[in-house]
T-cell receptor
Framework: KQEVTQIPAALSVPEGENLVLNCSFT??????LQWFRQDPGKGLTSLLL?????REQTSGRLNASLDKSSGRSTLYIAASQPGDSATYLC?????????????FGTGTLLAVQP | GAGVSQSPSNKVTEKGKDVELRCDPI?????LYWYRQSLGQGLEFLIY????????KSGLPSDRFSAERTGGSVSTLTIQRTQQEDSAVYLC???????????FGNGTRLTVT
């Protein structure tokens, strides 16, 4: 059974710092991995999607890497801003990707202090 | 453009009552998902619709839960004889295809008293 773990559960950093969020999964047979952010009382916003054949994806100040063989992904946020404060979730799609059934981690709650 | 819309945004119901939660996906999105997010737990997959295919119901926690999608668009999640452990935020998502980034609605917060 695929399990997704995120460390740390919570993180507080001063504005301007670069930071890394970690995601690990137990079954390396994934189709893709996605990173989302969730603001309080809101749904999820897709940030980055990495296909299993890819090593990384970048969008603005965000960079996500994927090491499928070791079952790890990282989300790097450069020059953090208070507006980055949110819960960050990673999720994997298992196997051949016949469905987009995402298995989620429990998230990292990020607070960026001004 | 319009995103995924869910209604109601909040629902308080008494234990034992039935509830219906509605999801309007983004127009043209063929895939629709329901997830549940309970306090202190991650998102739990409930059900997945893709086009005219039979839905993947493997995540429904009991036979009190059912969902339908009419005309390939609007979906309704029904919970019969609600229990307190059903209290959670129910999130709907849609995507253009079976393997594309998901677009989530803001969810329905269900409280069973």
């Amino acid at each position: 059974k695929q399990e997704v773990t995120q460390i740390p559960a919570a993180l507080s950093v001063p504005e301007g710092e670069n930071l890394v969020l970690n995601c690990s999964f137990t079954d390396s047979a994934i189709y893709n991995l996605q990173w989302f952010r969730q603001d309080p009382g809101k749904g999820l916003t897709s940030l980055l999607l990495i296909q299993s054949s890819q090593r990384e994806q970048t969008s603005g100040r965000l960079n996500a890497s994927l090491d499928k063989s070791s079952g790890r992904s990282t989300l790097y946020i450069a020059a953090s801003q208070p507006g980055d404060s949110a819960t960050y979730l990673c999720a994997v799609v298992a196997g051949g990707g016949a469905t987009n059934k995402l298995i989620f981690g429990t998230g990292t709650l990020l607070a960026v202090q001004p | 453009g319009a995103g995924v819309s869910q209604s109601p945004s909040n629902k308080v119901t008494e234990k034992g009552k039935d509830v219906e939660l509605r999801c309007d996906p983004i127009s043209g999105h063929t895939a629709l998902y329901w997830y549940r997010q309970s306090l202190g737990q991650g998102l739990e997959f409930l059900i997945y619709f893709q086009g005219n295919s039979a839905p993947d119901k493997s995540g429904l926690p009991s036979d009190r839960f059912s969902a339908e999608r009419t005309g390939g668009s609007v979906s309704t999640l029904t919970i019969q004889r609600t229990q307190q452990e059903d209290s959670a935020v129910y999130l709907c998502a849609s995507s253009p295809g079976s393997v594309s980034p998901l677009h989530f609605g803001n969810g329905t917060r269900l409280t069973v008293t």
